[in-house]
């Protein structure tokens, strides 16, 4: 079997992004998939949650394997340890992914297909390979969406995050037609929503009607504003082995099942 590679993105900071990915990635290891968890976000968040074992900032890790200043570093050479049993992780540590998305924008040839060249070899290993992006559309969120089967994007019912879907699905559309043509786009995952605002509620409304209007998937259930969610993600803990967020975890089980259709059956 080959993995099925998830991307989850947003331009805007502050959705909540990596919690979802590694929550989802938390829900594929609970049902005893192998899972990659791939950080390609500079500022490494989900590195620092996932690492079974603290990395020191010159450790090898993603930037290592996509920059073409280190040529002898593939992508498995650099795999660590997760914090679950059926978890391995591709860190991203100091500020080297920075300095390889720069390199990106200006490389000649096969810029975008940097990293789904560099995940081949690991691609039987695993079920799921998860990759976190970071805020903004720029060649590395480009690499992750060229080497992907899925792309999910996360938001918050805001004025901001609603207007930034426009861009970003656009830029999905583009990716689709002229490099990944197996790309799909699943949905948005609505994060942080606080239903006591009337502010939430117009709009995850206007969100809805954008969706039903432009044929993409608001996915359900929508994830309600909870702290205990980020702090179980800080400490590398799966939403079911806290007892501040355990009844959350199938809510991300539910989705895990809807982004994958079934291919974990």
């Known amino acids: 079997m080959t993995a099925l590679t998830l991307t989850l993105t947003n331009q805007k900071g502050g959705t909540g992004k990596t919690n979802c990915a590694v929550q989802l990635a938390a829900a594929a290891v609970r049902i005893g998939r192998r899972v990659l968890f791939v950080d390609a976000d500079p500022q490494g968040s989900g590195t620092a949650a996932l690492a079974s074992e603290?990395?020191?900032?010159?450790?090898?890790?993603?930037?290592n394997a996509l920059s073409n200043q280190d040529p002898e570093t593939t992508l498995p050479d650099v795999i660590v340890p997760g914090v679950w049993a059926g978890l391995d992780l591709v860190p991203t540590t100091g500020?080297?992914?920075g300095i390889v998305r720069?390199?990106?924008?200006?490389?000649?040839?096969?810029?975008e297909r940097r990293l789904r060249d560099a995940l081949a070899p690991v691609l039987e290993r695993y079920?799921?390979?998860?990759i976190d992006t970071g805020p903004s559309l720029d060649q590395l969120t480009i690499n992750a969406l060229v080497a992907s089967d899925v792309a999910v994007a996360v938001s918050v019912a805001d004025?901001?995050?609603s207007r930034g879907l426009v861009q970003l699905l656009d830029t999905i559309t583009t990716v689709q037609q002229h490099y990944a043509p197996q790309l799909t786009f699943a949905g948005v995952i609505v994060n942080r929503y606080d239903a006591r605002t009337k502010q939430a509620a117009h709009?995850?409304?206007?969100?809805r009607e954008a969706a039903d209007a432009q044929g993409f998937a608001v996915l359900e259930p929508i994830v309600p504003a909870r702290t205990a969610i980020a702090d179980?993600?800080?400490n590398g803990v799966a939403l079911h082995?806290?007892?501040r967020a355990k009844d959350l975890a199938d809510l991300f089980a539910q989705h895990l099942e809807t982004i994958t259709e079934g291919a974990f059956k």
């Open 54 to 63: 603290g990395l020191d900032e010159d450790a090898p890790g993603l930037a």
């Open 95 to 97: 500020g080297g992914l």
């Open 102 to 111: 720069d390199e990106l924008v200006v490389a000649p040839l096969a810029r």
């Open 127 to 130: 079920d799921l390979i998860v």
């Open 159 to 161: 004025y901001f995050s």
């Open 203 to 207: 709009w995850l409304a206007q969100l």
């Open 232 to 234: 179980a993600t800080a």
């Open 241 to 243: 082995e806290s007892p």
